[in-house]
């Protein structure tokens, strides 16, 4: 089996196995509200973020309230999501500008987002290709992890590995990698005793053959 056709087999037993859905974790309604929502998830679980951003988007319900808040009690308000002085500021400097920039608009290209305040290039893939369906590859935990033990990147850094699964992965499948990578690392292969001999994809994967 040459490489090119064991990616082929690997993202054909993903799509079997996870399907082709597009699927979100976090909880959103607008644009602006998953970008929020993004940049509460660093070193944070989706479900910790869930339970905060259903107060929160109540509480703060228009960019101009987000805009506007008062520092401290932001924080208080995303505490439980973890470094919570940065998030708090980053996020009230980053609803201003897409307020003073953008017109309360989220922008579409990764220059302009990666301009924004607590926006990297992981947070702004992951707007593109939720929000604008541009092909895009949001490198997580798992995505990284994984990518590396199936040996379809060898990076250490998530920018590098973003890069290299954009040689090797068709653009169809740039946005679904991640979602189907996520799935497969919270329940088959999670970072501590991953199940080898459950996973489908064992045969194709190179850290299970070492």
């Not at 959103?28 to 944070?44: N, R």
């Not at 988007?57 to 960019?63: I, M, V």
């Not at 953008?102 to 290039?121: D, F, K, M, Q, Y």
Request: aromatic share 8%; hydrophobic share 35%; proline share 4%.
């Amino acid at each position: 089996m040459t490489e090119e056709e064991r990616v082929k087999e690997i993202l054909a037993r993903l799509d079997e196995h996870y399907t082709r859905e597009y699927k979100c974790y976090l909880n959103y309604e607008t644009p602006w509200q998953l970008l929020i929502a993004v940049m509460l998830s660093a070193q944070c679980t989706d479900a910790r973020v869930n339970l905060v951003t259903e107060n929160l988007f109540q509480k703060y319900d228009t960019l101009e309230k987000f805009a506007n808040a008062d520092l401290k009690e932001l924080e208080q308000d995303i505490h439980s999501t973890g470094f919570y002085h940065n998030k708090a500021k980053n996020i009230i400097a980053c609803t201003k500008a897409l307020l003073e920039r953008h017109g309360g608009e989220v922008p579409r290209t990764l220059p302009e987002l990666t301009a924004l305040a607590g926006v990297g290039r992981k947070t702004a893939n992951v707007i593109r290709g939720n929000i604008y369906q541009d092909p895009s590859i949001v490198v997580d935990t798992h995505v990284m992890r994984i990518s590396r033990k199936l040996g379809l990147a060898k990076g250490n850094t998530p920018e590098k590995v973003e890069f290299e699964l954009m040689k090797v992965l068709p653009k169809d499948h740039w946005i679904l990698y991640n979602i189907q990578i996520i799935t497969h690392g919270r329940g088959i292969c999670p970072a501590r005793n991953p199940k080898c001999r459950e996973c489908f994809l064992k045969e194709l994967c190179l850290a299970a053959k070492g």
